[in-house]
Structures are given as structure tokens and as C-alpha cells.
T-cell receptor, first 111, second 116 residues
Framework: AQSVTQLGSHVSVSEGALVLLRCNYS??????LFWYVQYPNQGLQLLLK??????LVKGINGFEAEFKKSETSFHLTKPSAHMSDAAEYFC?????????FGAGTILRVKS | DAGVIQSPRHEVTEMGQEVTLRCKPI?????LFWYRQTMMRGLELLIY????????DSGMPEDRFSAKMPNASFSTLKIQPSEPRDSAVYFC??????????????FGQGTRLTVV
């Protein structure tokens, strides 16, 4: 079965610093992969998705993710963190027409 | 489109009472998902429908939980009787799916359920 594992339940960065949120997938076939963001008391919003068209995927709010088959990874990055990026981030993969989510990573941005 | 609409946003009920959560998916979407989110268990898929038919309900925790989708624009998740451990945020999501999932799911704002 396809699944994703997010490394680190909490990540803390300073404003302006690089954001790196880690996600590894397990799949026997090329996966569809997604990153979602959840702001407090809100639903989940799609940041970006990988559908095999390109290994580097650009999303909203300056985020991007790179699909690395050799490492079975799909890490999320942003060059410079803003205070408004503080939220919980979920990696997800498609499995039989349904999304399977990782445990989530809470991003804290320090001023 | 207004997006996925859930109601109510908040629900407080007493143990033993019946609770019904409602969802209106995005028009034209053919799949609908109910998720539950808790601190302990994260996001769990409870059930999903495709073309109004339940496809996978393996995530439904107990017989106390039931879900229906009488038409393409409405779904309910019912808990009867409710228990304190059902307290969570329940999300509805919809998507347009084909043979393989390559389109994202759109989430509602969620219903925060508190059972006292």
C-alpha cells in the first residue's frame, strides 16, 4: 500500500531562514504526491502536487518540492520563511482514488 | 464556486445524543471524503463515496457511525449514540477523480464536535 512518512512533527525556523519539511513515500508504482497546509481552525489547502510531469514542482506562497525517486522523497522547501507560514503541513499520496496523509509537521516561525 | 460547505462549524452535544454533520461538495465533483482529525490520531479517512456510492468505509470506527450521500450535492455523517471520544474535527472533502487519483481534494472548513 502507498504511504507517506513525515520526518519531524515540529520544525522551528527563524523568519527569513530556509524552510525544509521532509516527506518520504513508499510506493511500488509512480506515486501522485501532494503537500497541503492547514492554518489554525481552517481546512486543508493544497500547496502543490506532483503528477510526474516535472520533478521540481512549484506551488503557492513561494513553496516548492522536488521529487527524488532515488531517495523516495518529496521534501517541501521555501527559501525564506515568513511569519505567515506558521501552520501545519501535510504530505499526502493518492491510493486507489483516496488521499492518504502523513502525520503532519507543525512549522513555527520565530521573529 | 463557494467550495466545500460543511455545517455546523461547531457542535457541542451530550453523550448519548445523535449528531449529524452535513456536507455540500463542490459542484461537478464525483468523489466525496469524510475525514476525522484528532491530536492523537491525526487525519483519518472515515469513508469515501464515488458517484454517490460508498466505496471504502473501512475507516468508520464503529457501527455508531454512518454516512450517506443521497445525491451528488449532499452528504451526511451521523453518530448515534455519540461518546466523548468522538470529539474531533470532522472534515469533508471533494474531488474530481478518474482511474487514478491525480487531482487534489478540496476541503471544507470542518466541524468541531465536542461531546460532553
Amino acid at each position: 500500500a502507498q504511504s507517506v512518512t513525515q520526518l519531524g512533527s515540529h520544525v522551528s525556523v527563524s523568519e527569513g531562514a530556509l524552510v525544509l519539511l521532509r516527506c518520504n513515500y513508499s510506493s511500488s508504482v509512480p506515486p501522485y504526491l501532494f503537500w497541503y497546509v492547514q492554518y489554525p481552525n481552517q481546512g486543508l489547502q493544497l500547496l502543490l502536487k506532483y503528477t510526474s510531469a516535472a520533478t521540481l514542482v512549484k506551488g503557492i506562497n513561494g513553496f516548492e518540492a522536488e521529487f527524488k525517486k532515488s531517495e523516495t522523497s518529496f521534501h517541501l522547501t521555501k527559501p525564506s520563511a515568513h511569519m505567515s507560514d506558521a501552520a501545519e503541513y501535510f504530505c499526502a499520496t493518492g491510493q486507489r482514488n483516496k488521499l492518504v496523509f502523513g502525520a503532519g509537521t507543525i512549522l513555527r516561525v520565530k521573529s | 464556486d463557494a467550495g466545500v460547505i460543511q455545517s455546523p462549524r461547531h457542535e457541542v452535544t451530550e453523550m448519548g445524543q445523535e449528531v449529524t454533520l452535513r456536507c455540500k461538495p463542490i459542484s461537478g465533483h464525483n468523489s466525496l471524503f469524510w475525514y476525522r482529525q484528532t491530536m492523537m490520531r491525526g487525519l483519518e479517512l472515515l469513508i469515501y463515496f464515488n458517484n454517490n456510492v460508498p466505496i471504502d468505509d473501512s475507516g468508520m470506527p464503529e457501527d455508531r457511525f454512518s454516512a450517506k450521500m443521497p445525491n451528488a450535492s449532499f452528504s451526511t455523517l451521523k453518530i448515534q449514540p455519540s461518546e466523548p471520544r468522538d470529539s474531533a474535527v470532522y472534515f469533508c472533502a471533494s474531488s474530481l477523480t478518474g482511474p487514478r487519483l491525480n487531482t487534489e481534494a478540496f476541503f471544507g472548513q470542518g466541524t468541531r464536535l465536542t461531546v460532553v
